[in-house]
């Protein structure tokens, strides 16, 4: 299993910045919106995506130390915010 904290990242590299496929952050935008979509009167809001990078199915984490299966890669929100809100 793996484990994947966004602030220990950055604290620790903060020069190297977050790349992802744009095929990857499109499939996580639409897992979003898809959430906003069927919960629209939700306030709990989702840490980020975990996406499988060669299925393209994902899961929205609440969890701050979010586990991560072979083969899955973390879409944080700040990455999607920018076009979905």
Known sequence: MYTLDESDIQENYPEV???LD???LRMARRIYRSYCVLHPKTNRRPLGIAIHRDSHRGQLMFNPKPILLPGECFVPMKQLETEVR
């Open 22 to 24: 744009p095929k990857l």
């Open 17 to 19: 910045p977050m790349l």
